[in-house]
């Protein structure tokens, strides 16, 4: 199978992020990818002060947009991250479509990002709910497992997604600057050791650019 990867800018306007999403699944599709991954909060900056104002239900507009694109370009596309509001409650949710536009799956982030160091202080778990399931799906080329971003530092979560039968994991995030540059590929390289398996993750890409690239043909 062939993976396509969306390193996207992600910009203040909702509706700017989720025509640039599109035009890069279609890009993926037809340079014959078969799952095609977005980032973290693709359609909203990882901010707190955008949460609630970009956040929608399930079913909600860019859920909508999305299955739509995968349609579209019949690919399955796993759509990143954005902000799902439930009720009161808030939750960090990648959802996955297969080529007919379906739901496959939904995953909720399930590790909060608390950082305190100097001059940066973060509380994920201030605004966000964490989720309670394990998240595998089955694609025609393998099983597949979700995970978000700070999940990918709990070795159990990679552990129990590869006893479930995931031959790959899709780990969509926006690591930090900091944290990123020392951890980001360790630990994806730490997770496909450990479990024999493959690791897909793509972190949004920093500046105004958006950057595009397609990882080779990977055969599970």
């Known amino acids: 199978m062939k993976l396509g990867i969306v390193q996207m800018a992600v910009t ?8 640039a999403a599109e035009k890069h699944i279609a890009a993926c599709a037809a340079d014959g990818a078969d799952l095609v991954v977005l ?13 609630a104002a970009l956040a929608e239900e399930r079913g909600g507009p860019a859920w909508r947009r999305m299955a739509a694109a995968a349609a579209g370009s019949k690919v399955w596309l796993a759509a990143g991250s954005l902000p799902e509001r439930e009720g009161e409650r808030l939750y960090n949710t990648a959802f996955v479509f297969d080529p007919a536009g379906r739901e496959a799956a939904r995953h909720r982030k ?10 940066n202080v973060t509380r994920e778990s201030d605004i966000f709910t964490p989720g309670d399931d394990l998240t595998v799906f089955a ?26 039968g995931a031959e790959l994991i899709v780990a969509p995030a926006v690591f930090s600057a ?9 630990l994806l390289r730490q997770r496909a ?9 793509v972190s949004a890409a920093r500046g105004k ?4 690239s397609h990882a080779p043909s990977m055969v599970t």
């Open 12 to 19: 203040e306007d909702k509706e700017e992020n989720i025509r």
């Open 39 to 51: 980032p973290e909060m693709f359609c909203c900056p990882l901010s707190p002060k955008y949460y």
């Open 110 to 119: 399930l590790h909060m990002f608390d950082l305190n160091i100097p001059g």
């Open 139 to 164: 694609a025609p080329w393998g099983r597949v497992g979700l995970c978000v971003c700070f999940d990918l530092r709990f070795p159990e979560l990679a552990l129990r997604l590869a006893l479930g």
């Open 178 to 186: 900091v944290t990123g540059a020392a951890h980001w590929e360790t």
């Open 193 to 201: 050791t450990d479990n024999q398996l493959f690791m897909a993750g």
């Open 209 to 212: 650019k958006c950057l595009l």
